[in-house]
């Protein structure tokens, strides 16, 4: 479960800004998880539990902000969004689609004290 070592490296990131921006305590986090990122939501929500607790992040509101598969089909010049990565176009049936979003993995925001 590659999702346990996500989260602690989010811990990571979030510990090293808060040392930088200088902040005790963070109570809620917006993490944005793409459908072609490779991370599961409900294994990130498990983990994030667990990784949490003795941190800033302990108790923190944890929510997931899924995004939408997105695609440049060749054959027809449009942008498109599809479900699963080796989906066909939705418009013209084609397979010649080059992807250009779902793969994200981000902090969105934190809500720090």
Known sequence: MHEMSLCENLIAVIEAEAA???????????LEVGPFSGAEPEALRFCFDAVSRGTLAEQADFEIIGTP?????????????????????????????????????????????
């Open 69 to 113: 598969g997105t695609a440049y089909c060749m054959a027809c010049a449009e942008s498109v969004e599809i479900g699963e990565r080796y989906d066909p176009c939705p418009r013209c049936g084609s397979h010649m689609l080059q992807i250009t979003g779902g793969t994200e993995l981000r902090i969105r925001e934190l809500e720090v004290a």
């Open 20 to 30: 930088r921006q200088n902040f005790g305590r963070v109570s809620k986090i917006w």
